[in-house]
């Protein structure tokens, strides 16, 4: 089964620090997903990492996707009030001939003026 | 372009009550998913279809739990009878799948069905 683990769970921040979210498992992915999702909605989709290594920058957010495919990071600078919200990464893996997306439990981002 | 559609977005029911959800995936996209979501266990995927077609129902918890998509713009998910633990906010998500490795083909998702069993 495959498991992925977020922390920090939760945090609270003031505006303007910088902070990172770390998502870690003991599986390989095809790819990893950072969804956002703000009460009474929906996740909404950030970015989707694909190579090892891989890197992308999403204006004040950079997402990294480790060497072997197992784990991500997000990192948020000069984090802003409409920044809160719950960050969750999903990983995709092939099984009976689809891909499925397993999440995270997310960590909830609260950032304070 | 309109998103995924979820009615209703808010249920209150006493247990042992069936309760139906519905949900409208995006025009064009082929395959529609089910997920329930708790404090404790996250996002749980119930149920995914691919053209219409139930793949992997894996998740569904229990016989009290069935899902149709009786044609693609339409999907419902059962719950008969209901109780008190399956209290969360039910997600339903689409995306496109073509013939060829759809692996990066994002989920759109609703805004969710808050479920509350007393």
């Known amino acids: 089964t495959q498991l992925l683990e977020q922390s920090p769970q939760f945090l609270s921040i003031q505006e303007g620090e910088n902070l990172t979210v770390y998502c870690n498992s003991s599986s390989v992915f095809s790819s990893l997903q950072w969804y956002r999702q703000e009460p009474g909605e929906g996740p909404v989709l950030l970015v989707t990492?694909?190579?090892?290594?891989e890197v992308k920058k999403l204006k004040r957010l950079t997402f990294q996707f480790g060497d072997a495919r197992k784990d991500s990071s997000l990192h948020i600078t000069a984090a802003q009030p409409g920044d809160t919200g719950l960050y969750l990464c999903a990983g995709s893996y092939p099984q009976g001939g689809s891909e499925k997306l397993v999440f995270g439990k997310g960590m909830k981002l609260t950032v304070n003026p | 372009d309109a998103g995924v559609i979820q009615s209703p977005r808010h249920e209150v029911t006493e247990m042992g009550q069936e309760v139906t959800l519905r949900c409208k995936p995006i025009s064009g996209h082929n395959s529609l998913f089910w997920y329930r979501q708790t404090m404790m266990r996250g996002l749980e995927l119930l149920i995914y279809?691919?053209?219409?077609?139930?793949?992997?129902d894996s998740g569904m918890p229990e016989d009290r739990f069935s899902a149709k998509m009786p044609n693609a713009s339409f999907s419902t998910l059962k719950i008969q009878p209901s109780e008190p633990r399956d209290s969360a906010v039910y997600f339903c998500?689409?995306?496109?799948?073509?013939?060829?490795?759809?692996?990066?083909?994002?989920?759109?998702f609703g805004d969710g069905t808050r479920l509350s069993i007393l």
């Open positions: 279809f691919n053209n219409n077609v139930p793949i992997d």
């Open positions: 990492v694909v190579t090892g290594g």
């Open positions: 998500a689409s995306s496109f799948r073509g013939q060829t490795a759809g692996r990066n083909q994002p989920q759109h």
